[in-house]
């Protein structure tokens, strides 16, 4: 099937989407999260295929970690996609009304966007997460995984598609394009007049490839150089617990650390404690000269590793001499994903809340929380890091435009 066929069958099922009310689109997340369950064997054998062909291929474990599906995994996918069902439904909302002096009522109401395209990269959960959340949304999604989980993301897409047309959706409501090639995904890119918005999904090169070739609408997601500030009035413990966690947790997503700003002046525990912690961890630090003489084992980093998303074992270190400098930094080198301090000094947390320019600032907590989950979004489809019409973690609101409802009696200009 080409492309255009594709988009054709998604623009027939973005109109019946469009009126199919929330409880036929909760039947179907239903009937599509038992789906994946019930023939989570076929979904773990295509998988199974990808994980050999990925380890032939070089692909490091972190890297591997996000391919993996397992029993338990594909459970926790379908209990997302119920999670998304039990959502309140977006479609119909009134954003607010006037009713003008010559009598017109003006609403606002919210509406899908239509036909959604995604390109991303090897996690075979994002092709669940995104298909339950546009189907709530009353979006047409057309999927386009990378090659290292084609085999994984064939198998879910199948799955998910019978089960919608068994509970009568139409076919073009979940569909995966097969074909990886770039040629595929630059036709993809360009499907004016048939995708409404492409969102791509993954690393710095694909995002920047779609932003610089495609000619629909895009909403560009980030990749993650989140940093870490440690402030010198600052718990030492829980700065070591909130930097393990955000860097080594699972160091393969975009909301993991991947540089650490210390203040020059932070409790010398903080110092022996973290380096500690990181050797155990075997995390390897690329250091400033100050890190370097304090920790023989760090390398010493090149200016590129402060805008480097390791996406593994490794982290970027530097000292500062006061918070404003940490700032600098972090708006010079960030992406503008997550970024976060650990102080006690109430002053310094509120500058750094209203002057680090980002989608998600914290304080005092790990950067790991910039998920739609733990936002209480349901799943996700990505984290904008652009500043129109979605930023953060993008859930069934980000997923929807609106359009103005004007009703009158015969008013006429």
């Given at each position: ?7 054709q069958?998604?623009?027939e ?8 009310g ?6 179907a ?14 979904i773990?054998a ?21 391919l993996?599906?397992?029993s338990?995994?594909?459970c ?15 479609v119909?909302?009134?954003l ?9 009522r003006i ?17 075979p959960n994002?092709t ?9 949304s ?8 990378g ?6 993301n ?15 959706f ?26 409404d ?9 694909l ?26 009035e600052?718990d030492?413990d ?5 930097v393990?966690?955000?860097k080594?947790s699972r ?17 010398v525990?903080f110092?022996e ?5 990181f ?23 090149t ?15 530097k ?43 914290y304080?005092n907590a ?15 489809i990505g ?10 973690p ?8 609106f ?11």
């Amino acid at each position: 099937m080409t492309l255009i066929e594709m988009g054709q069958r998604a623009k027939e099922a973005a109109r019946f989407l469009n009126t199919a009310g929330t409880f036929r689109k909760n039947d179907a997340l239903f009937a599509m999260a038992d789906a994946l369950v019930t023939r989570a064997d076929l979904i773990l054998a295509a998988n199974e295929a990808d994980i050999a062909v990925a380890r032939e291929n070089g692909m490091s474990e972190s890297m591997l970690d996000r391919l993996t599906l397992t029993s338990e995994r594909i459970c926790a996918i379908a209990d997302g996609v119920r999670a998304v069902a039990a959502l309140p439904d977006p479609v119909g909302e009134t954003l607010g009304e006037v009713r003008r002096p010559n009598g017109l009522r003006i609403a606002k109401r919210r509406v899908p966007l239509g036909v959604i395209g995604v390109i991303y990269e090897a996690r075979p959960n994002v092709t669940a997460d995104v298909a339950a959340l546009c189907l709530k949304s009353s979006n047409a999604c057309i999927l386009r995984g990378g090659k290292e989980a084609i085999s994984s993301n064939r198998a879910m897409a199948q799955v998910m598609a019978q089960a919608l047309e068994e509970v009568g959706f139409p076919a073009g409501t979940v569909q995966l394009v097969e074909d990886t090639s770039r040629e595929t995904a630059t036709e993809m890119m360009r499907l004016n007049g048939y995708i409404d918005v492409l969102i791509p999904r993954g690393g710095a090169g694909l995002i920047q490839s779609v932003v610089q070739n495609a000619t629909v609408p895009v909403i560009e997601t980030g990749t993650g150089n989140c940093h870490i500030y440690v402030d010198a009035e600052c718990d030492p413990d829980m700065a070591v617990d909130i930097v393990i966690n955000a860097k080594t947790s699972r160091p393969s997503v975009c909301n993991a650390a991947e540089s650490l700003l210390i203040h020059k002046n932070a409790p010398v525990a903080f110092y022996e404690k973290m380096r500690t912690a990181f050797i155990q961890k075997k995390v390897e630090v690329r250091g400033c000269p100050v890190i370097c003489d304090l920790w023989n084992e760090a390398i010493p980093a090149t200016e590129a590793d402060f805008d480097t998303e390791f996406l593994d074992y490794m982290i970027s270190v530097k000292t500062v001499n006061n918070i404003d400098e940490a700032i600098d930094h972090i708006n010079a080198h960030g992406t503008g994903h997550s970024e976060c301090i650990v102080t006690e000094n109430y002053t310094n947390a509120e500058h750094f809340l209203d002057c680090v320019d980002a989608a998600a600032v914290y304080v005092n907590a790990s950067t790991r929380f910039t998920d739609g989950n733990e936002f209480g979004f349901g799943a996700e489809i990505g984290i904008s890091t652009q500043k129109m019409h979605a930023r953060g973690p993008m859930g069934l609101q980000e997923l929807t435009t609106f359009k103005y409802i004007i009703r009158g009696n015969g008013q006429v200009r």
